[in-house]
C-alpha cells in the first residue's frame, strides 16, 4: 500500500480495510474532482439518458465539502466481485457485478466502510466521516484515479493493472486531517489496445472517453424507462441483465470465461410474480431492475 496515513496506526487503518476484503485503498485530497468537465459536459450533451436524477446536486459533486462540511480528505476504497458470470443451465447470463447469490453490494459494503469510519474517529476524536456507496453525489471514479489505485481505461472504467475492473468503489469523506503521500495519478495502460471499443455491441464507446449512456446496454437493460429501442434484444447476446462485454475482453481482466450456474431459467423469470422475486432476489442487486424490467429484456432477446 502506498504509505501509511499517518504517524496515528494508518498501517492499521490499511490492515483492516484490507481484512475486510477491501483489494486497494487510497486517500484523494478533498476539493475539485478532476474530470468534473468531462462530466458536466456528457450530461450537457444528454449523454446520461433517462438518468435525470444525475442532473441533480451539481454543486455536491463540484465539492465534497459540501456533501461533509470541512471534508480534508476522500478514502477511496475497491472492493472486488467474482469474474465468474451468474449464469442460468440453458446458458443466459447477467453481469458479473449483479451478484444474485449474495446481498445487494451497497448494504455489504456501507456496513464495512462504517467499521472503518469508526477507525477514523477513533484515532482524530471530533472529526467526522461520511460513508457514501453510491449513496451521495460523489465522483467515484474521479477521486479512485487521483488516489492512484488505477488508470482510466479506454472502456471507461476504473482498472487496476494487477487486478482488473471486477470491483465496486465506496468513499469514506473525512474532516480528520489524515497525513498522505501525495499520489501520483496513473497514466493509463491501454496503449494501442482497442479491444473494449470493437467489442461493444452498440458502440456505446465513443473515442476520447465519450461514453453514451443511452446506448449502452448496462444502462438500457436496468435503468432505462419504457421499451428498449428496437434492435436491442439483437445486441444482447447471451446477457439479459447489465453487459460486461467491454471488461470481458479487456487483458487486465484475465480469463473471464468462467460461469456460476446460481440463476433459473428465463423461462423461470418470465413466470415469476412479484412476490416470488421479491422473495428471491429482493435483497440482492437484481431488485434495483426489478421483475418486470428481467421479463422485458428477456422477451426483447427472444423477439425474431
Ligand atoms: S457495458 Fe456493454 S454496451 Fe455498455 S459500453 Fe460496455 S460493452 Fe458497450
Ligand atoms: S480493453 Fe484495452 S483499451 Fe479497453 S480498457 Fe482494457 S486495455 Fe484499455
Known sequence: MPGALDGRGGEDFFSKAYALGFA??????AGRPPYLEAFQEWIAEGRHGGMTWIERHRALRADPGTLLPGCRAVITLAFPYSSKKPAT???FTMARYTRPRDPDYHRTLRDLCRDLAREVVLRYPG?????CVDSAPVLERSFAWAAGIGFWGKNNMLIIPDLGSYFFLAEILTTAPLEFPRAQPMESLCGSCTRCLDA???GALGSDHRFDARRCLSYLTIEHKGPLPAGTGDRMGDCFLGCDACQE????NGESGARDICLPTPDTFLEMDDTAFDAAYGST???R???VK???NIRAMERP
Open 24 to 29: 486497494r485503498v487510497g486517500v484523494a485530497p
Open 289 to 291: 431492475a426489478g421483475i
Open 285 to 287: 442487486a437484481l431488485a
Open 200 to 202: 461493444c455491441p452498440t
Open 127 to 131: 472529526s467526522r466521516c461520511r460513508v
Open 294 to 296: 428481467i421479463r422485458e
Open 89 to 91: 443451465p440453458d446458458g
Open 249 to 252: 475482453v479487456c487483458p487486465f
